[in-house]
């Protein structure tokens, strides 16, 4: 019994994350998931976000993107960045080795790991 509480809470929880936090209706839901059926369009929408300081939105419609084109490097790629924004480069690592080397100049991905690395250590001292 208490396993279940537990699980419907966990589900509740994470359904509460995946939700845009700027959304306010089934309508608006409808829009952002209809702008992420498309890739460009949804990194667009990402883009945008950030640009707003909606950083968990963004986080969020980026992983929506992901979900239907999971090979998406420049998704996954941006997705990356966006969790060294908000100090998780743990996060951000495991998205950069989802990451083919050879699709980006020579030091390109390790220059971005060590780039999130260095932003998050500078923030905890």
């Known amino acids: 019994m208490a396993l279940s509480t537990i699980r419907a809470a966990i589900l509740l929880f994470s359904l509460a994350v995946s939700a845009p936090l700027a959304a306010q209706s089934l309508e608006q839901l409808d829009a952002l998931s209809d702008q992420t059926a498309d890739e460009a369009t949804g990194i667009a929408t990402a883009r945008e976000q950030v640009s ?26 941006f997705h990356a960045v966006t969790l060294c924004w908000i100090d998780d480069p743990q996060g951000a690592d495991v998205e950069f080795a989802r990451l083919d080397e050879d699709d980006y100049a020579p030091g390109t991905l390790q220059q971005a790991r060590d780039n999130c690395r260095a932003a998050t250590e500078g923030e905890q001292q």
């Not at 300081?53 to 490097?73: I, N, Q």
């Open 52 to 77: 707003r300081g909606e950083l968990l939105e963004a986080l969020a419609t980026l992983e929506r993107v992901l979900t239907v084109f999971p090979e998406s490097d420049e998704a996954r790629f």
